[in-house]
Structure formats: structure tokens, C-alpha cells
């Protein structure tokens, strides 16, 4: 049997050429995806680099706004401290007899059996009223009172300043 040449040398030539092609395609296909790798990684770590300046900012204002509330906590603590002291001085003040609450009473209606002097004392700010005095007793559960009353404003008023700094993230 005769082996043509020609088709074996044909044969090689077209094995060759479809070999080149083959390692031709490789290679554009290669650069192209190693080209598309790289711009993938770069749109990835652009990505990451956002993410990552998104959550700073984030915590920068979650820093602010706890910087803010202990600001405000620090003065409602200063507010109800302050506002202890001056029932403390007060309730102590009522205790010793040094200041004594007194009330207004209405001096035309003697149909009540109030018939009390309209002079003042020598300290009185009221001129020509009629005052009466209360029982010290009465005068610590008044105070006792507008101490809670006074606790509650304080407390309300650090509240709502609360929820103003928290509402006004949004």
C-alpha cells in the first residue's frame, strides 16, 4: 500500500494550522479573559473601598450622636442634681423654722370665718394681704410634691431632647 505523500503532508499542514489556531484562540481568549479577571477585581475592590467609607461615615455618626446623648445625659444628671439640692435646702429650710410657706387667702370673703390681720410681718413682700400660715407637716408634703413634679419635668424634658437627637438622623 502506498502512502500519497501528499495527503499526510496535507494531513500534518492541516493538523498543524488547526494546532496554531487552537493555541491563537487560547491565547486572544486568554488575554481577554485575564483582561476581564482584572477589571472584575478593580470594580470588586471599588466596591469593597465604598462599603468600607459607607461604614465609617456610618460609625462616625453613631459616635456623634452617643457623644450627643451623654451630652445630654450629663445634663439631666447636672438638672436633677441641682434640682435635689435645692428641695434638700429647702425641706431643710422648712424643718429649722427658718422660712415657713404661707397662702394667699381671699380677704373679702369673711363669709368662711377667716377674719385674719391684713398687716404683713416685718420681712412680708405682700403689702396689705392676708396670708395664712401652713403647718410645717403640710409645708414638707407640698415640697415633697414639687420635688416629684420637679423630677418629672427634668426627666420629660430630657426625654423629648432624646428623641429629637435620634429622630433627626433619619
Not at 422660712?99 to 363669709?111: E, G, I, P, Q
Not at 385674719?116 to 415640697?143: E, K, N, Y
Amino acid at each position: 500500500m502506498a502512502v500519497p505523500w501528499r495527503a499526510v503532508g496535507a494531513l500534518v499542514l492541516l493538523l498543524v494550522g488547526a494546532s496554531s489556531a487552537w493555541q491563537f484562540q487560547n491565547w486572544r481568549y486568554g488575554s481577554q479573559l485575564a483582561e476581564e479577571a482584572r477589571l472584575h477585581s478593580e470594580a470588586l475592590n471599588q466596591v469593597t473601598l465604598a462599603a468600607a467609607a459607607a461604614q465609617q461615615a456610618e460609625q462616625d455618626k453613631r459616635l456623634a450622636l452617643e457623644q450627643r446623648l451623654a451630652t445630654i445625659e450629663q445634663t439631666h444628671f447636672r438638672k436633677m442634681s441641682d434640682a435635689q439640692r435645692d428641695q434638700d435646702r429647702l425641706r431643710d429650710r422648712l424643718a429649722t423654722a427658718d422660712v415657713r410657706l404661707s397662702v394667699l387667702l381671699d380677704a373679702s370673703d369673711v363669709a368662711k370665718g377667716c377674719n385674719l390681720p391684713a398687716s404683713t410681718g416685718a420681712g412680708g413682700v405682700d403689702h396689705a394681704t392676708v396670708r395664712a400660715r401652713l403647718d410645717p407637716a403640710h409645708a414638707q408634703r407640698i415640697i415633697a410634691i414639687t420635688d416629684t413634679g420637679d423630677r418629672a419635668m427634668i426627666a420629660l424634658a430630657a426625654c423629648q431632647a432624646y428623641a429629637a437627637k435620634v429622630s433627626s438622623l433619619d
